[in-house]
């Protein structure tokens, strides 16, 4: 059987950070949350998938700023809907300000099997900066309770390409968090997204994005600290020890099923993708989802390359020609020949994936496959 994934969208933040842009909203009252769990549970009763689940996924928004009770509610529905496997990875993002060790108790109780904390640096200047509601010091409690409750899956988030931050911060960003020994780190470039507070003090001038050589300085040097350290780097933006990978992002790269539930929910099922309505205000009216479209075998396929060499080992060429009945090499010969010559992408055996200058220029190689 296939793997497929759960994803429960959040959308609400004690405060909305400046870089970001995702569907979240951090001016709701408790009625309003209250409302959107009852729909979200409404949804998921209302679905007539019948698959085995591997993964679950709680993200945001920020999951953890519900109460541990409105989880376990939203949990217990998708247990009752699908068969959830034993074995199941049931990951939530949490936020450090907005959990305590009762609520991480909680989530262990009921089955939360991955924690992921959303720290973004160890420097208190640059949280700040970014509009953090948290300082380094919060993150290290709950990091240390949620060890104390349980959790043995432990993913943190880290940020480079900071304004004003420099390779010095990243080192001390990098060394500190090595020394909590975290199973997963995921550590995102960041990109400055159009109408996001900070974008606007960026073109006011008012703050300056780092040259993008010291951004790529940044990222080889955490590639380099984190595999010397024991971290694998096996997708573009994460790295992970053995046997500790994100199995849900991973499912998603794979082109594995998912179905979505919540406010801008995205679902892939049955070679076709859907998405919920992106205001809340229409969810909680109308939580049914939107058929944006069904893939055609060039776009499946294109869409295969594209999302597996996120991967760093790429895209294997005997599961390409298992799962599409036609070679890779043959079909993509135009667009794997054109990024081959200019040194993007390289062929091993069975492998076709970045070379180290297609990492730093990966998005020109996505284009390929658009």
């Not at 759960?6 to 004690?14: A, W």
């Amino acid at each position: 059987m296939s793997n497929f994934g759960v994803y429960v969208h959040i959308p609400f933040c004690q405060r909305k950070c400046k870089y970001c842009d995702f569907i979240s909203f951090d001016k709701c009252d408790e009625t309003i949350k209250e409302k959107y769990v009852e729909v979200l549970l409404q949804e998921i009763e209302q679905c007539e998938i019948e698959k085995q689940v591997t993964t679950v996924y709680f993200g945001g928004g920020t999951p953890s700023v519900l109460p541990a009770e409105e989880i376990e509610k939203i949990l217990t529905k998708i247990k009752e809907k699908f068969e959830v496997s034993k074995n199941a990875e049931i990951t939530i993002e949490v936020n450090p300000r907005t959990v305590d060790s009762q609520k991480l108790q909680k989530y262990r109780k009921i089955g939360i099997n991955r924690l992921s904390i959303g720290l973004q640096s160890t420097q208190n200047r640059l949280l700040e900066m970014l509009g953090r509601i948290h300082g380094y010091e919060e993150f290290l409690e709950i990091y240390q309770n949620a060890r104390k409750s349980g959790f043995d899956n432990i993913n943190v988030d880290l940020m480079l390409g900071l304004p004003t931050q420099t390779l010095e911060d990243l080192n001390q960003s990098l060394a500190q968090i090595i020394s909590l020994s975290p199973e997963h780190i995921s550590l995102y470039s960041l990109i400055l997204e159009e109408g996001t507070e900070l974008e606007k003090l960026i073109s006011q001038k008012k703050l300056e994005m780092i040259p993008e050589d010291l951004e790529r300085q940044m990222y080889w040097q955490t590639k380099k600290i984190l595999e010397q350290n024991g971290y694998c780097h096996y997708e573009i933006s994460n790295f992970a020890k053995p046997n500790f990978q994100s199995k849900h992002n991973l499912d998603c790269w794979n082109q594995e099923e998912y179905i979505g539930f919540g406010v801008a929910a995205h679902s892939y099922v049955d070679k076709k993708r859907f998405s919920n309505v992106d205001t809340l205000e229409e969810y909680l009216k109308n939580p049914s989802k939107i058929l944006q479209e069904q893939q055609t075998f060039e776009g499946q396929a294109k869409e295969y390359m594209m999302l597996g060499l996120r991967k760093i080992q790429g895209v294997s060429i005997s599961k390409f020609e298992q799962k599409f009945q036609i070679h890779p090499l043959f079909y993509f010969r135009f667009e794997i020949s054109k990024l081959e010559e200019e040194e993007l992408l390289e062929v091993d055996l069975d492998e076709i994936r970045l070379t180290k200058k297609g990492l730093d220029l990966a998005n020109l190689v996505f284009e390929e496959f658009v």
